[in-house]
């Protein structure tokens, strides 16, 4: 079809009329995708799908061989996190409230472009596995962009080309609302559609997710059994955690071990603005992008190199992790410690040095729920004229092992919690003051006095002079 025809505009937003309309059915475990080109007439042809319809990925294939077909060749692939249609219509502005609108960048997006195809509710396989088909159809290889590295390409409309921008959905350290987040992503599509604009080359951007936000748990009403029964709420399924980061020494023998529930960094430099970087996502799971080039591991060093490559200001960020195992003759074992980490941006490396805190028996891995340079670091900067000071960071269930790796799992954790914890310590600061609240008591007891003189019944009244 050619442009959708998207509202009658009676004072309600522009998501209100595209997703209130979809927002009747339950989705569960569905993602939106949204695709809009500056060519015209792509999905003319094309039949919409009927409200409550999940689109397939043999359907959504054929939406997209007729874009290819007749479109432009440059794809934008804006790819956030998580997404799902309740977020369009929680922060989205559905109900006419456009100050709370989340996506006015999109929204401009959709209503300015020549084509315009909306599908709310997308099978979550077939768009978390939307990059790879993407990539077979273009026959090229997807380049992970920036704001700020798009506009130093020159890109050519004869030749195809795959742009992918990741887009975070939350922050693990839960400081910004989701609705900010939302708000900043859609700051970061505007951006990256003026710059499109600037270099007048035609193309088709798509703006989805690999998973839900919101998953919802279908309840079938059929009484599949007549009698007494427990009520309680349904179970929500857990989403199985994402694999550790392995690096193998040979095809199926892993060496070295990496998991972590966040890893986020942020470089301090003396400038008006800060760089954020959430590495989790391009860590781990299905969409990670990182190279582990340059790692290596034999008996008494092991050496794991995290490369990003193009990621935020940097036009090249690594992070290395380093160990190194010893006999400690002492306890009379083999210990490994994490003897450094290293940032290298731009050429320049920062060092973190964590041979002191962070180390633990040579068979075993190590785990710490939190390791931060703010409070009680494990890592500390080499010296205090290393790069490393202008670098903060936080690691949120941190676990690494680079020696005596047997298999994808980690082998028994040493943790870096010592063994007088904050609740142990109250537990014993709260004993103590009872006991000697008791040992008062039982003094002030044993040392009441009694009466030498007491009054007899059957002889003569005690008497007491008024005087005394």
Known sequence: MAKMELGCHLGMGLFSLLFGLFGLSCCTDQVPVLIWSTESSLWQSQDTPSVGHVVSGSQLLSYLNCAFNNGPHSVLLFLQDKLSLDDFTVYGGAFGNQQDNAFPNLENALESALSTLVLPSVDWQASSALPALLQEKLATSPLYIEPSTL???RLNETIASLL?????YSTSMHLMSARDVLHGNDDVIGQVLNIMKSQTVPYTAIFTAPRPSRVIREVSLAFENIGRSLLQAPVKPTPAPYPPVMFNRTSSEPCILLWAKGLNLTYNEN????????????TFGSGASVSLDGSSCNQS???LVLNYGNIANF??????FVMSSSYSEVSAREWFKLQYVEIDYNGTVATFNGSEQIYAPRNYSFHCESITSKW?????PFNNTNPATQWTFSFSEFQIQGFNVTGVNFSYASDCATFFTPGIWMGLVTTLLMTLILTYGLHMIMHLKTMDRFDDPKGPSI???QNE
């Not at 992918?164 to 975070?168: D, E, G, N, T």
């Not at 400038?271 to 391009?282: H, I, K, Q, V």
């Not at 036009?315 to 290395?320: I, V």
């Not at 009680?376 to 500390?380: D, E, I, T």
Request: net charge positive; no cysteine.
């Open 164 to 168: 992918v921008l990741r887009l975070p």
């Open 271 to 282: 400038t008006p603005s800060e760089a954020r970087l959430d590495l989790t996502n391009r």
């Open 376 to 380: 009680n670091p494990l890592l500390v």
């Open 151 to 153: 506009s130093q390409l």
């Open 301 to 303: 060093l092991a050496r």
């Open 463 to 465: 008497s007491v002079p």
């Open 315 to 320: 036009s090249r960020f690594k992070l290395t």
